[in-house]
């Protein structure tokens, strides 16, 4: 090993092999025969690692991947050297030994490598000196070549996907943002001039507008539950209201234009399920049979019911050609055209793999196409009044007492905070407006407010570190504080749970779920 002397690190040991000895295990990997039978039959970037982190191999992939133009350039450096690590060519005694190097997925993975028996997989960012960051998923191994220990490592450039979820969730909330912005004030408008000369012009609005919103919540699902980040939330709901709410949800519909939306006569249970879900994979066959149904003619929703099961069914008098009926649930196959629709694909996914239910369809001329979702579960005969979604019952002083309510609402979106402003006041005593984190901290005071409502992205300060920073003030360690946002993803819920939030309201803002929301934790904490 070159050098007597300890070399200043931050964090890794910062020794390294000498070039002789490098090249020494250079040869010892090429003899045998490591890089033409295992490093270039990986598809993805590779390289071997001796004891002091030095690179003694790389791929092909790598080698095209950094641009060089042999094996041998890559030698004797270590990783963040390679990819031009910004904090490598900070740190004393390059990749390893900076201050920050302790935070990196690669070196950390690499670590726990040199100790585990087994393969070890991680994340890391590599922020380049040129300013761009790359992201990859790491998996290393120790292994032995005679009496030379070697870490191999594989990488997955993570960097396109990370940044198509970043957009994703940037898309989804600012849309969601405006979208709810657009329903809530067609709502309002609604409430406050029932008899205007516009009432058709409006109702359409309106409709078009919860359209909109339930379009992007469809997508926002079908991403989620592509990327395995799809939290069911289940409650118990009555079918028949279930089946009667689709059916004037999508009676406006432009798909449903002369044609007639039909309930089959059925007996009422109850079902504990995800109602968002169930929702989306019944919409999704009423879309498509409406499209596939003439003016003039129907389509007949119905319920089945077993002992142990429900099954619902969407029929239409359209039939479906053999060729169509062998894709149906394809992912990139459409038969409203290409790159067009993912609707029968996302019935199987959200239906099957979340729900746990079996979607299946029959299509001949003697019925037409009738598709059927069956749930296996308990039911049980509806015998009491119930609702989609539960409701917190309002006692007859609860009015009252939501009336002596003092709310602080946070939310940088103008349009946003102003709708549920207004759906606030006509429910509580004062309502208080900021328009970001920085602004609740400066009015907010012990015995002030009754309960704070913070959006989670906001400018300035964020909703979380505003949730962080409440729980440190004097007084305020039991103050309500329930995130509104436009993120179901579970990782966003548990990080507003750490910041110290106590609930959620999904935007956009449902004026039920605020009410019950500001019972269960405004009235209930106060009276």
Known sequence: MSGSMVQKTYFAPAERASKEEIKEAWHKVLDAGLVSSVLDAMPQPAMILNSQRQIIAVNRHMVKELGFSSHEEALGNRPGELFGCYEAKEAPNGCGTGKNCRYCGLLKTVLTATKADTEVGGECSVRLASGKAMEYHVLAALKKIDDLSVVFIGLRDLSAEKRRKI?????????????????????????ENPTDANKEFRESIAALSNVLVDEIHSYRQLAQ????????????ISIRRFIENLRILYKGH????????????????????DLSL??????????NGLEATPEGESVVLDVCNGADFVEFSVANPGVMSPEIQAQIFHRSFSTKGQDRGLGTYSMKLLGE????????FESRPEIGTVFRFRLHGETANQSEEETLVPVVEEKQDEQEKLSRIRVLLADDDRFSRTVNAIMLKDMVGSVHEAENGRDVLKCLQPGMFDIVLLDVHMPVMDGLETARAIRKMD????????????????EDRIACLEAGMNDFIDKPVDPDDLRRSLIQWAIDKTF
Request: hydrophobic share 45%; no cysteine; proline share 1%.
């Open 167 to 191: 957009l994703e969730r940037t898309f989804f909330h600012d849309i969601l943002n405006t979208a709810g912005g657009i329903k809530g004030f067609m709502t309002l408008i609604e409430s």
């Open 353 to 360: 793999r979340y729900l746990g239910g079996l979607v299946t």
């Open 225 to 236: 539950a592509e990327d395995d980040s799809l939290v069911l939330h289940k409650t118990t």
């Open 475 to 490: 007084g305020l360690k039991d103050l309500p504080v329930l995130a509104i946002t436009a993120g179901t993803l579970e």
């Open 254 to 273: 432009q798909v449903a234009k002369g044609k007639t939306i039909r309930i089959a006569v059925f007996d009422d249970r109850r079902l504990h399920t």
């Open 278 to 287: 169930l929702r989306r994979v019944l919409a999704n066959m009423l879309k």
